[in-house]
């Protein structure tokens, strides 16, 4: 194949330089010859991006915003991949009363479609063979091995040859020529061998073919023009959303190496620009919320299927028409509401990526002084601290000032808005500061029975007014590395546990398990039998440290369905913190101590029973009932003994029937033998053995009667008895 390649590289060599230049005329889109300068409109000049929003699904928005005056054309320049976006939401705004007359865009059919309209049939990414199959029946000349042949190609053919050793190759292909004399003529393709197209429309035709290849290869790149049309100096302001790089959130917690009960929590943002434009002091805001978006390609020029109709003739039918398919509503306006944001000052960056002056780039100033920069949310405000960026450990200042954190609403997201301007050059990436805040935290060793490794762990308490977003986390404690993890959003208020290590020196050992299952109450009313039942269980956790420090140890015991936990059985059972699967105790180790852990836990169950339908099933379940107090065994006895009366006539019932079909079958014996030996003396023994068998089937017959006669007297006896019972009635019975 290698081979094949290198012919068709020197088919391309030899196509005429003049056929190569004769590209054909690119069609202008309609937008784009509306744009075409006027005597009145000023030269093309770029509309630079102002602000800059980041949200957590992967999209951006942008605002470019300049002064125009009078008729002025402006540009933005975007990628391929983010034209969609842009088509979709593009928004354009002249805020004194001019009127942005059109919006184009260079575009280009697709590859497919401007491929459809050549006679070669090839595809994009053709394969080698599947080029030469496309020149068959064309004239070509071969050279290269032996006297040149010049014909039309016939065909590719491939062969396997055999070499003098028996070995088979598979990698030979000949070229099968028609030559002009009518003669078949075979060449084998080898690095040696070229086929030239001997047609100049064929040659033409291929370079049509490879200019379209080449061109969509190249358009990567969209520039969008607009026409703002108007009177004077105005303020254009263009916004649109596009795909970007998710923003992602990353902590610091800083412990003084004198304990005080306080962390500083240090906040940044990584924010990469890959859009293909510079953000030269644009206005940046990280939102944590992901608002519904989607890709639609608009960009793309879209071609429907018509049918092909047959030509009519005479004898058939004309074409027919179909009924076209239901519209498509448009979609409801979501509804907005609710947010938080917050404003960092004089915030600086930490850029990754292509170095453009200086490595460490800064707002307003080199340092942060105190209140350089800090967050809020909700309606209040957060105090911030400042720090220094080539520190390595930064330590609080002092707090901003009230004005430093501004507020809006917009949905339920939260908002960090940097007050001052940030640059970020295409293709690079940023640090950005977006906290710093001194909050209460408690060292813990964190353990549960889903997760039996204790870990090291914080139990932070955010007491300020800001939402820290989802992200990672590094600890720092007496200025070394101490662990890291990963936090979910910690709202204003909100306790959170964030483990960052193993605890290697506490072990905690499930000690024990007892469950008691009391019966507590006996109902009945209407025929319905209801008990209600209490079971308990009781957990006994042993914690050990192992190590020369005082732990607090946090156990996580998880709840379970209607089990409530009992907090009146002595010290040490009420948790600290309940979340929603489970209780969570912090329990006091002294250095290499034990210590136990007592978690009792109840559940009130109620079962239901039915007795008048089916008591003949509960009978005995109702006599061990009545054994539990005297007072249950008084209620309960007449309809026991109602009960058992009803449950004798059933069991005579029963045998009657056993009775009646054992007599059938004597009959039918005796019956047969009758029949059998008729005429022979020894029948009369068995017509008298059938006359007892047909006198005792008489008998039961009617004794059946009677028994059901009083079998549904007992049961209307007994459903008296059970319809007039209403009691209820505390026990204290264990059961289990």
Known sequence: MRRMLSVLLFCLAALPIAAQQNRPTPVRHPAIAALAPTPSAAAVSDLPVRKVVLYKNGVGYFEHAGVVSGNQRVAIDFTSSQLNDVLQSLTALDGSGGKVSAVGYNSTTPIEQQLDSLSLGLRDYPATLDVYHALRGQRVEVSGAGAAITGRLVNVEFRKETDKNGTASDDHYFLIVATDGGALRTAEISDGVSVRMVDPSLQKEFASYLEIIGSAQNQQGRHLTLEDRGEGQRQLQVSYISAVPVWKSTYRIVFPREANGNATLQGWAVVDNTVGVDWDNVQLSLVAGAPQSFIQPLSQPLYTNRPTIPIATVGQSAPVTHEAAEGIEPKA?????????????????????????????????????????????????????????????YRASDAISEGDVSTNAFDDFFEYALAAPVTIHKNESAMVPILQQNLPVDHVTLWSDRRPTPLRAIWLENNSKLTLDSGSFSIFESGEFAGEGLLDPIHPGEKRLLSYAVDQAVKVHPAGFNDTRTLRKIAVHDGVMVQTMSEVTENTYTINNAGDEQRAVVIEHQRRGNFELETDSGAGTKPAETTASAYRFKVSVAPHQSTDL???????????????????????????????????????????????????????????????????????????????????????????????????????????????????????????????????????????
């Open 333 to 393: 306006a979501m509804a907005m509401s609710a947010t938080q944001s917050v404003t960092v000052q004089a915030a600086p960056m930490m850029l990754m990526g292509e170095n453009r002056g200086g490595g460490i780039m800064r707002g307003k100033t080199d340092m942060i002084a105190g209140g350089a920069f800090g967050v809020g949310s909700g309606s209040g405000y957060g105090p911030g601290y400042g720090g220094n960026v080539g520190g390595g450990v």
């Open 598 to 736: 007592h978690v009792k836990e109840r559940a009130n169950l109620s079962e239901r029973v039915e007795i008048l339908p089916q008591f003949a099933n509960n009978s005995n379940f109702l006599v061990t009932v009545s054994k539990y107090t005297p007072e249950l065994e008084e209620k309960l006895r007449p309809a026991i003994d109602a009960g058992t009366a009803l449950a004798e006539l059933n069991r005579k019932l029963e045998e009657n029937e056993q009775q009646q079909k054992a007599l059938e079958a004597d009959e039918t014996r005796d019956r047969d033998n009758v029949t059998a030996l008729k005429g022979n003396d020894a029948a009369k023994r068995f017509v008298e053995k059938l006359n007892q068998a047909e006198d005792g089937l008489e008998t039961a017959r009617g004794a059946q009667a009677d028994l059901e006669k009083q079998r549904d007297a007992a049961q209307e006896k007994l459903n008296g008895i059970i319809a007039k019972l209403s009691f209820e009635t505390d026990v204290d019975v264990v059961t289990k």
